[in-house]
């Protein structure tokens, strides 16, 4: 079977930035992906959708957002993970 | 260290070149690994079957992985060939045959319809990439897949470098110092 040849005549003008930029992107991409995920598999949860519901009427946080921006960042106090990451 | 798990993965459409770059150093494990799915457009058929991967992508085809879009619109068509003029006349383009340029122009302009939800495109080709950036496109390519995985922690430095040295003694004309870069960079 004969080699695969390259396509790319000038793969040779790829530079660090053009890497750096690559890696970038993928990392947010599936970043985002994580993160629509986790809220997703939250939300799914009735109690904890119940829970945002009461924060927000109770008018202490603007929207679901900050109240589980909030709570997030409580916790991490209070656990003392903040330093770890 | 951030593992992202198989259902964090992402829709892109691919440009043949990082594709062959994929096949020649055998890790389209991490294709699987980071993408749902690939769109590809039927010009491009042709081109692997040039560069000797008709069977490698026929089989990433037959798995579901790798889609082939066939029919584009006459809007699309228009549009692609009015990119695949920007690539031609790109400073860095070494091919001004306009035509040529029309597999990754029609990628460029199918992976914008809003239902396949393409997060980006992977190019390798400066011209290509360099008008898809213009035209506010998400951009990666072979070596941002290799970095990631490296950053995931599934790459030794070593292991980077002996990968792009086999692209590289198939013909791919990445400079040592990029290599190096690459497996300093991202490499565990």
């Known amino acids: 079977m004969p080699p695969i040849t390259p396509h790319e005549s ?5 530079t660090p930035e053009d890497v750096e930029n690559d890696v970038a992107f993928f990392t947010e991409a599936l970043l985002e992906k994580q993160i629509q995920r986790l ?12 829970a945002l519901r009461k ?17 997030v960042q ?12 | 260290m951030t593992i992202f798990s198989s259902e964090d993965r992402v829709i892109v459409a691919a440009d043949t070149g990082p594709l062959l770059s994929v096949f020649q150093s055998n ?11 690939i769109f590809i457009v039927q010009n491009q058929l042709v081109e692997f079957q040039k560069h000797s991967a008709a069977t490698e992508i026929q089989s990433l085809i037959d798995e579901g992985l790798v889609v082939v879009i066939k029919n584009l619109t006459d809007k699309e068509k228009e549009e692609a060939m009015e990119v695949a003029r920007r690539i031609a006349t ?11 340029h029309l597999p990754e122009a029609e990628l460029i302009v199918v992976s914008q319809r809003a239902e396949i939800q393409c997060a980006g495109i992977l190019l390798d080709e400066r011209a290509a990439r360099s008008v898809a950036k213009n035209m506010g496109l998400n951009i990666g390519g072979f070596l941002g ?3 990631r995985a490296g950053l995931d922690g599934l790459f030794t430095k070593d292991e980077i470098r002996r990968l792009l040295q086999t692209c590289q003694s198939l013909g791919t004309h990445y400079k040592s110092s990029l290599i190096e870069f690459v ?6």
Request: a negative charge; charged letters at 25%.
């Open chain 2, 90 to 100: 790109e400073p860095s383009c070494r091919d001004s045959i306009v035509p040529n």
């Open chain 2, 27 to 37: 890790t389209t494990e991490f294709l699987r690994r980071y993408f749902s799915r």
């Open chain 1, 55 to 71: 924060l927000v009427t109770s008018g202490r946080f603007a929207n679901e957002v900050e109240a589980l921006a909030q709570a």
């Open chain 1, 39 to 50: 809220v997703r598999e939250l939300v799914r949860r009735s109690d904890i959708y119940i």
């Open chain 2, 145 to 147: 897949i290799l970095g």
């Open chain 1, 74 to 85: 409580t916790l991490q106090s209070a656990t003392g993970t903040e330093q770890e990451a």
């Open chain 2, 183 to 188: 497996a300093q960079t991202y490499g565990r």
């Open chain 1, 10 to 14: 000038d793969a040779e003008f790829i």
